[in-house]
């Protein structure tokens, strides 16, 4: 079975502080993505990657970067964290470059921002 | 941009009946559409999708219907359990400016006893 596997599951952080949130897939899936997930908004897409060193922005970009220097890692990037950063981030893997497809996801991390 | 809505935000049934979420999409060139499964606690799971060249896939008890020309799509569960209960998330795949899987609001369906 896939396994992706998110660092950390609880995070508490302080605003202005630089935050890095880890993913690592073990199944040689090409995609991967982050969404963050907030009540009565659902998942949504912050930055995607199809190849590594390859990324490509989200529905809501602003305030996030990303890094694949290998395959099976894909990391997410607040460069000065901020209250509105608050919220359940949730990476997630798929197989075939650009394909319409199964995801399979982490089981999250929850950052606060305080 | 690309959008997707999820109706309803809320979902109460009694034990045996059946559910029904729709969604809608905004681009027509959309061609995949799957249904997650979010339990409490728990990450998302794929539980049924469907691709622009059907209108209709079962499974057991679920099902999806799509239609191309109104650009909607539903989740249809019947003989509902308890085990039901959990969010469920429509997706739809766009194939403009990168593609990519936009996901729905949510709906919470809380079956009954």
């Known amino acids: 079975d896939v396994k992706v596997t998110q660092s950390s599951r609880y995070l508490v952080k302080r605003t202005g502080e630089k935050v890095f949130l880890e993913c690592v897939q073990d199944?040689?899936?090409?995609?991967m993505f982050w969404y963050r997930q907030d009540p009565g908004l659902g998942l949504r897409l912050i930055y995607f990657s199809y190849d590594v060193k390859m990324k490509e922005k989200g529905d809501i970009p602003e305030g996030y970067s990303v890094s694949r220097e290998k395959k099976e890692r894909f990391s997410l990037i607040l460069e000065s964290a901020s209250t509105n950063q608050t919220s359940m981030y949730l990476c997630a893997s798929s197989q075939q470059q650009g394909a319409a497809e199964k995801l399979f996801f982490g089981s999250g991390t929850q950052l606060s921002v305080l | 941009g690309e959008n997707v809505e999820q109706h309803p935000s809320t979902l109460s049934v009694q034990e045996g009946d059946s559910a029904v979420i729709k969604c809608t999409y905004s681009d027509s060139a959309s061609n995949y559409f799957p249904w997650y499964k979010q339990e409490l606690g728990k990450r998302p799971q794929l539980i049924i999708d469907?691709?622009?060249?059907?209108g209709e896939k079962k499974d057991q008890r679920i099902a999806v219907t799509l239609n191309k020309t109104a650009k909607h799509f539903s989740l249809h569960i019947t003989e509902t359990q308890p085990e039901d209960s959990a969010v469920y998330f429509c997706a739809a795949f766009f194939t403009g400016g990168g593609n990519k899987l936009t996901f729905g609001t949510g709906t919470q369906l809380k079956v009954e006893l």
């Open positions: 469907i691709r622009s060249n059907v």
């Open positions: 199944m040689d899936h090409e995609n």
